[in-house]
């Protein structure tokens, strides 16, 4: 039977949102191919109370491991284990970076085909076809696979959890061995947040600072443009790891979702995991000095320029025509 | 210790990359060069030695086209000390399973203590490597790392994930991808480029280090390129050119789009 698994992704017992919405795509899937839709979790305590919300976003199944959470190749075990003892084709996640890497860890062990930054999933002559945009989203590929079966890495935010598909979730415990190189890498803290808690998701402009700033003290730019607009700052991951900016005000990937009326981008290139976190921001402006960044495929403004010169001035033009 | 670094030649970044129509393939007909993101690999290998671990060597590994020599050059010249080329026309359109099977091979035939790679590819954009090559050599892995501390055969090391910031203790030997948040990568004296070219190199065809043939290239992938199609229509945006030479025109004109658009 052509089913679908999904990893489900969690941590202190919440589900993340787009492992859910993996799930009900492939309910929906699962559907059109003719056979089932189940999730996967590995961790120490998931209740059975607490599953029950996999079944009700479209698992008619739910494999239950206890094992360690949040390194990648325990769950590579679980899940290979799983598949081969039901017969499953196709594995699918929500996306990110655990995503990418349990994935990848599958298909070494399965010899499957891997599929990552999906956007869209179809059902095409009894197969999965997946939809992938390449080369800096400059062309859509569609991309099958010619083995048994496939794993699939999901966009991050491409497919929306649904809450009402209300399938029968029944929960079965699986006993994994783990091999001992699974065991090797472990984890020693999990989601630190690194620096101040400031709120980016609530502001209808915000400013964001990448690595073009230059240096840390740089962000005072940012600042008083954000403080001349009545916004908030906001920045990259390349500018959080190195430490420039909390960790709470990183849009992106492996930051947050933000879709404000102004994004004012300072210095950034436009990196696809960037993108994904603010491609529904209402109005787009990026200053940037080089004319090929990325970034400019998706602004509204974009302006080729040194970001020193000009954001000094603009946050003065701005005081001035707000005082007027 | 022996630490493999996995490099790739890739489209310079100058180049506008595109698909050739009719092969499916990335277009890599234009100029050339060592993905960046590998050179963050490259210098956390050489800091790992600099740290006053006993490394005994740093081997350069890639995949590719003749051309991928000079992708191993500039390796050598950033620090790597001997290099390993696998070229063979059987691996030619080789997909994410097929590429990393194939690296494995390669790498097994090397018995390193430490694999290191760089987040990303730049062409292909994949993040999927070196936990692929992980788990054909049966080695713990770690992508996206932004600290490396090395005691003993222990590694301690962090990165950013869904949630925050993680800390994780992987034992040797393992496969660890690392961030470009890492370090900066120096630039090579002169002495280091002349001196590169001069470095042992091995050339391998996949007979030499067991790879089946039948795994490989465009028959042994496992996804195959049905379509190629144009992302959505959109309006494209405005854009103001050389800005420097007018920054008070520009931001005039900045403001004006604020205004516009009911944002101040
Ligand atoms: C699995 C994974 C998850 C990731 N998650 C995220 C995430 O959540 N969020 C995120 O942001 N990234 C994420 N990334 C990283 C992402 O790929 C990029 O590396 C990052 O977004 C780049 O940040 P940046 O634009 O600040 O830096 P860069 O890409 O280095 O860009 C800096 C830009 O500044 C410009 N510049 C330089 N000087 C000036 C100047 N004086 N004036 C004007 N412009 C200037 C340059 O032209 C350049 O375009 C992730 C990557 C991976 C692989
Ligand atoms: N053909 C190749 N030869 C050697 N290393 C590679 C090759 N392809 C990918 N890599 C390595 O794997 C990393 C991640 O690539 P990717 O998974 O394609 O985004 C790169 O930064 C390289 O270090």
Redesign the pocket.
């Given at each position: 039977m052509a089913g679908i698994i999904v990893y489900v992704l969690s941590k202190d017992g919440q589900f993340n949102k787009n492992s859910l919405g993996a799930l009900s795509q492939a309910s929906k899937l699962a559907g059109e191919l003719g056979g089932e839709a189940s999730a996967i979790v590995v961790g120490e305590s998931f209740s059975d109370d607490a599953l029950s919300t996999l079944g009700a976003h479209g698992a008619a199944k739910v494999y239950r491991v206890n094992g360690p959470e949040g390194t990648s190749q325990p769950a590579v075990d679980a899940l290979a284990k799983v598949i081969t003892d039901n017969g499953i084709s196709y594995a699918l996640f929500g996306g990110g970076?655990l995503g990418?890497e349990i994935g990848a860890g599958l298909t070494a062990r399965l010899g499957w085909g891997i599929t990552a930054e999906a956007t869209g999933i179809k059902v095409d002559g009894g197969k999965l076809v997946v939809e992938r945009p390449v080369l800096q989203d400059s062309a859509i590929v569609d991309v099958g696979y010619t083995g048994d079966g496939g794993v699939i890495v999901g966009r991050l935010n491409s497919f929306e959890p649904d809450a009402s598909i209300g399938a029968a979730g029944a929960i079965e415990d699986v006993t994994v061995d783990f091999n001992d190189y699974s065991l090797r890498a472990e984890l020693v803290t999990r989601g630190e947040q690194r620096g101040a808690d400031v709120n980016i998701e609530d502001a209808d402009i915000l400013v964001a600072g990448?690595?073009?700033l230059?240096e840390a003290a740089n962000f005072s730019l940012a600042d008083d443009l954000a403080g001349s607009l009545g916004g908030a700052v906001a920045a990259?991951?390349?500018?959080v790891d190195a430490g420039w900016f909390p960790y709470a005000g990183?849009?992106?990937?492996?930051?947050k979702t933000v879709a404000p009326k102004l994004y004012l981008a300072l210095?950034?290139?436009?990196?696809?995991?960037?993108k994904v976190?603010m491609q529904a921001s209402e109005n787009v402006v990026a200053?940037?000095?080089?004319p090929n960044?990325p970034i400019f495929e998706f602004s509204d403004l974009g302006v080729v320029?040194?970001?020193?010169k000009i954001a000094p001035k603009l946050a003065e033009a701005i005081k001035a025509k707000k005082g007027a | 210790m022996k630490i493999a670094v996995l490099v790739k030649e890739v489209p310079d970044a100058a180049v506008e990359k595109r698909l050739d129509p009719n092969t499916k393939r990335i277009d890599r007909s234009g100029e050339k060069n060592l993905n960046p993101f590998d050179t963050h690999a490259i210098e956390a290998a050489v800091q790992i030695r600099e740290g006053g671990a006993q490394v005994d060597e740093i081997v350069a590994v890639t995949m590719g086209p003749e051309s991928a020599s000079n992708a191993l050059n500039k390796a050598a010249s950033l620090g790597a000390d001997r290099s390993v080329q696998l070229t063979d026309d059987a691996l030619a359109g080789s997909d994410v399973w097929a590429t990393g099977y194939a690296l494995a091979k390669t790498l097994e035939a090397e018995a390193p203590d430490l694999v290191l790679l760089g987040?990303?590819s730049d062409d292909g954009e994949n993040?999927t490597i070196g936990a692929v090559v992980a788990d054909h050599l049966k080695m713990p892995s770690l992508t996206?790392v932004i600290d490396l501390k090395l005691d003993g055969d222990t590694l301690t090391l962090e990165r950013q994930a869904e949630y925050g910031y993680d800390t994780v203790k992987v034992t040797l030997p393992a496969v660890i991808s690392v961030g470009?948040a890492i370090n900066e990568p120096r630039y090579p004296s002169l002495k280091a480029i002349m001196g590169a070219k001069k470095k042992p190199r091995d050339t391998k065809a996949i007979g030499d280090v067991g790879i089946d043939a039948g795994e490989v290239g465009e028959a042994g992938s496992k996804t195959t390129v049905l379509a190629i199609n144009p992302p959505p229509a959109k309006e494209s945006g405005e854009l103001i050119e050389n800005a420097d030479d007018d920054v008070d025109g520009t931001v005039e004109r900045i403001v004006a789009f604020l205004d516009e658009r009911k944002l101040i």
């Open positions: 970076l990418l990448g690595r073009g230059g990259t991951r390349a500018v990183q849009i992106g990937q492996t930051g210095g950034i290139s436009g990196a696809i995991q960037h976190g200053i940037n000095k080089d960044a320029g040194d970001l020193h | 987040q990303q993040y996206q470009d």
